[in-house]
């Protein structure tokens, strides 16, 4: 059985910094295998692409609204994905999700396999 978890979602205010894990487990589950994506959805909204990384880390992608100020990176000897979240606005307020993909485009969400319970991360204007 897969599980992603993700953890260090909560309350920030605005210009600040969170940082979010996402720990995988499972039996045969190596997440070095796997492109892993962030993804996020606010209420009332469609669930949005916001970063991801390829299997050995070397490619990371961003949405255009987070490019800059988020930074996506993995330690897979760790099983974990890192999302570095600075200077957050409180357009960012959002359940954020990873997911793991074996195979497609990082960006699209059909393509992803795994998928995590989400964290909370609010920003307060």
């Known amino acids: 059985q897969v599980q992603l978890v993700e953890s260090g979602g909560g309350l920030v205010q605005a210009g600040g910094s969170l940082s979010l894990s996402c720990a995988a487990s499972?039996?045969?589950?190596?997440?070095?295998?796997?492109?892993v994506g962030w993804f996020r959805q606010a209420p009332g909204q469609e669930r949005e692409f916001v970063a991801a990384?390829?299997?050995?880390?070397?490619?990371?992608y961003y949405a255009d609204s987070v490019k800059g100020r988020f930074t996506i990176s993995r330690d897979n000897a760790k099983n974990t994905v890192y999302l570095q979240m600075n200077s957050l606005k409180p357009e960012d307020t959002a359940v954020y999700y990873c997911?793991?993909?074996?195979?497609?485009?990082?960006?699209?969400?059909?393509?992803?396999?795994?998928w995590g319970q989400g964290t909370q991360v609010t920003v307060s204007s």
């Open positions: 997911a793991a993909a074996e195979f497609g485009s990082t960006t699209n969400s059909r393509t992803y396999d795994y």
């Open positions: 990384i390829s299997r050995n880390g070397l490619n990371s």
């Open positions: 499972g039996r045969t589950f190596t997440i070095g295998t796997y492109t």
